[in-house]
């Protein structure tokens, strides 16, 4: 079955970075399109970013990009976000999910668990 | 502020009916198909609907989805407690050239 499993995040100062990583199992990875969204605490969720099944094509929110890198491995089946310059209001559970395969179908049939980060001096 | 506006709340006895709707504009769901999400506090979201009006294997029928003009719509029939859950529209937005969701519905089950 498909399976994704986040890791990566903890307790972080402002200004500091993660990395955010997407273990993925059960699918073909190389062939899906990738998705990363967030929520914070007591929020909705919020869109950050998709990658394409080679990696060649990467899309973010206006508002977060700059600071946040999608990346994947396909080696390894795992997909990246890289965060630096980390604020509090990134505080937020970081979800990646599986988006269309072959082409973005914007929309998300998996979902991993999770991974909170926490910016806070 | 969402780009997708949502009701914050909804609310119907056991066995009736609600709907949600989600409004946007042209540029995002005037042109792209709309998915609908389940979040019960704590878990992570489970697609519900796609494609506007699509359901994955193991959603029942109770579920429905629609999409007209600038709007879509998602129905839940034959109301339980298990519904009660927050829901969230999704989309693509070709302007901001970015994935938008909706603030989310809270909905009750009196």
């Known amino acids: 079955q498909v399976q994704l499993v986040e890791s990566g995040g903890g307790l972080v100062k402002p200004g500091g970075s993660l990395r955010l990583s997407c273990a993925a199992s059960?699918?073909?990875?190389?062939?899906?399109?990738m998705t990363w969204i967030r929520q914070a605490p007591g929020k909705g969720l919020e869109w950050i970013s998709y990658?394409?099944?080679?990696?060649?094509?990467?899309y973010y929110s206006d508002s977060l990009k700059g600071r946040f890198t999608m990346s994947r491995d396909n080696s390894n089946n795992s997909l990246y976000l890289q965060i630096k310059n980390l604020r509090v209001d990134d505080t937020a559970v970081y979800y990646c999910?599986?988006?269309?395969?072959?082409?973005?179908?914007?929309?998300?049939?998996?979902w991993g668990q999770g991974t909170l980060v926490t910016v806070s001096s | 502020q969402s780009v997708l506006t949502q009701p914050p709340s909804v609310s119907a006895a056991a066995g009736q009916k609600v709907t949600i709707s989600c409004s946007g504009s042209?540029?995002?769901?005037?042109?792209?198909?709309v998915s609908w999400y389940q979040q019960v506090p704590g878990t992570a979201p489970k697609l519900l609907i796609y494609e506007d009006n699509k359901r994955p294997s193991g959603i029942p029928d109770r579920f429905s989805g629609s999409r007209s003009g600038t709007s879509a719509t998602l129905g839940i029939s034959g109301l339980h407690t298990g519904d009660e859950a927050d829901y969230y529209c999704?989309?693509?937005?070709?302007?901001?050239?970015?994935?938008?969701f909706g603030g989310g519905t809270k909905v009750t089950v009196l």
């Open positions: 059960g699918f073909t990875f190389s062939d899906y399109y």
């Open positions: 990658i394409s099944d080679s990696g060649s094509t990467i």
């Open positions: 999704a989309t693509w937005d070709g302007s901001l050239t970015a994935g938008v």
């Open positions: 999910a599986r988006d269309g395969r072959g082409w973005p179908y914007h929309w998300f049939d998996s």
């Open positions: 042209r540029s995002n769901i005037g042109k792209n198909y």
